[in-house]
């Protein structure tokens, strides 16, 4: 049934899950390929949707995705159910986890083994959101690209305006006024609106 299928391929990207959100997206990537749920357009802007929505970015990541998958099988009501089971599979090993670590935390704390395994971790960490940022990078400026068989992607269009923009955020996310950082609900409005303009009024295709 699609539901436990659901909630065990969001268990499990919960549990493995060592980052936060933007560590999870190469397991979420690949499970939602595997099985066909979405397309790489639609999850690419449900990233981006999610990443723009209150809350945290991997729970409204599973909520979305499992609110399309259930409303392809079963209309709204079906998207309504798989949305609360994606969500709840995906934040249920946190929740255990927490508990657990909680009521053992000062021999978690005072552990080699532990601190060790969590040295230990932090790269690879590092390693998953930095092939997750080049994976949107990618989708975003080179749309065609795949980067698992790049001798038979087609290259073209190169999308240069995402790439100006994406430039152009980049050091402004860095940039500081008066001593504050720019609000990057400010940077989400300000792209959201330059993307109505661009690619919507004047229909730029990159």
Known sequence: MIYLLLFWEYFKIGLFTIGGGYAMLPMVIQVVEKH???????LYNFIGVAESTPGPFAINLATFVGTMVGNEQFGFWGGVLGAVVATFAVVLP?????VIVSKLLEQFKSSKYVQGAL???????????????????TNVVLPNVDLTNIPSSNVTPFNWVSLVMMCAFLPLSRLKIKGKKVHPIFMILLSAGLGVL?????????
């Open 94 to 98: 946190s929740l255990v986890i927490i």
């Open 119 to 137: 040295y230990g971790i932090r790269p690879v960490v590092v390693g998953l959101v930095l092939s997750a940022m080049i994976g949107i990078a």
């Open 36 to 42: 066909q749920w979405l397309t790489t357009d639609q």
């Open 198 to 206: 661009l690619f919507g009024v004047c229909n730029i295709s990159g």
